[in-house]
């Protein structure tokens, strides 16, 4: 009697768990989505804030000695060639006539997107 009270209350508790991880909580499903953080672009710095998105994005192709397109992105110098001569947000942001970038990948996230033209627009300095 011991052993099937054992085996039925084994029994009891497998069906409850897993009924327990039946539960789907997907919290953009829940409630719409979360709401996006915002974006800053005010007092967008080069270090603080375009030299990460350049070494996440740019600097694997646009480095070394024989850098993509002959663009190199890894020194202030270089970046400001591109700000000032607008290639830098022309393809980072898709615009007619320039070479996408990343090439190959998905666009830029808006807010990069954004952050890096606030930052040409202000003068690309280099703080």
């Given at each position: 009697?011991?052993?099937?009270?054992?085996?039925?209350?084994?029994?009891?508790?497998?069906?409850?768990?897993?009924?327990?991880?039946?539960?789907?909580?997907?919290?953009?499903?829940?409630?719409?989505?979360?709401?996006?953080?915002?974006c800053?672009?005010?007092?967008?710095?080069?270090?603080?804030?375009?030299?990460?998105?350049?070494?996440?994005?740019?600097?694997?192709?646009?480095?070394?000695?024989?850098?993509?397109?002959?663009?190199?992105?890894?020194?202030?110098?270089?970046?400001?060639?591109?700000?000032?001569?607008?290639?830098?947000?022309?393809?980072?942001?898709?615009?007619?006539?320039?070479?996408?970038?990343?090439?190959?990948?998905?666009?830029?996230?808006?807010?990069?997107?954004?952050?890096?033209?606030a930052?040409?627009?202000?003068?690309?300095?280099?703080?």
């Open positions: 009697m011991n052993l099937l009270k054992s085996t039925i209350n084994c029994c009891l508790a497998l069906c409850v768990l897993s009924l327990a991880g039946c539960y789907y909580d997907n919290e953009e499903e829940l409630y719409g989505g979360l709401p996006e953080a915002p800053d672009t005010t007092d967008v710095s080069y270090t603080a804030d375009i030299v990460p998105i350049l070494e996440d994005d740019c600097i694997v192709c646009h480095s070394g000695s024989v850098p993509s397109a002959g663009i190199s992105l890894e020194t202030y110098a270089d970046v400001k060639v591109q700000a000032d001569n607008g290639r830098l947000v022309g393809s980072i942001a898709h615009l007619p006539g320039f070479d996408p970038m990343p090439q190959g990948g998905a666009q830029l996230p808006d807010c990069e997107v954004n952050q890096v033209t930052w040409v627009n202000a003068g690309a300095l280099d703080n």
